[in-house]
């Protein structure tokens, strides 16, 4: 189980059923999993916006092109995809004002700004290196290219695309 959006080391957090959720690596990013059934669950952020699925890009597995060079791109993706059919959660209307509450508190602290600060600028670093990566690269590797921006609309790839 990888634990999802540990924003705190001094965090105490819990499985639904009161274990202590530890992590089991060094990396702090997998944890036992709890033996009884669990009611909570993690809603995993799949669909981003197309900047964040290129930013995205640069993590994980590398892309080999047909001659061998390789390419520290994501390899396992198969294009950014919009949503057109969204999925509504209803919840309870006293639990979610309480929630967004204790949420809207906490972020807005001035150690969170600061956060998002840096995890915005590090999101706009990685883009600008694989859009460098995307155009310096195209041609030798084109299919794979093609694969993984499918459904990418951004200008600064449809420059790439349209200038080779």
């Avoid at 009611?39 to 080999?64: C, D, F, T, V, W």
């Avoid at 639990?95 to 600028?121: G, I, W």
């Amino acid at each position: 189980m990888n634990p999802h959006n540990t924003l705190d080391e001094g965090v105490l957090q819990k499985f639904d059923d009161a274990k202590i959720l530890k992590c089991i690596n060094a990396q702090n990013s997998q944890v036992d999993s709890s033996n009884t059934p669990l009611n909570g669950y993690i809603l995993h952020r799949k669909n981003r916006s197309q900047y964040e699925y290129i930013a995205m890009l640069l993590r994980g597995r590398p892309l080999a092109n047909q001659d061998s060079t390789v390419f520290e791109l994501k390899n396992n993706r198969t294009g950014f995809y919009n949503v057109s059919n969204p999925i509504t959660f209803n919840y309870n209307t006293t639990s979610y004002v309480e929630y967004r509450k204790f949420m809207d508190k906490h972020l807005q602290h001035e150690k969170f700004t600061d956060y998002f600060k840096t995890a915005k600028e590090h999101v706009d670093s990685r883009y600008l290196q694989v859009v460098k990566i995307v155009g310096e690269n195209y041609l030798a590797n084109k299919q794979g290219f093609e694969r993984l921006l499918a459904g990418v609309t951004l200008s600064e790839i449809e420059i790439i695309r349209n200038r080779q």
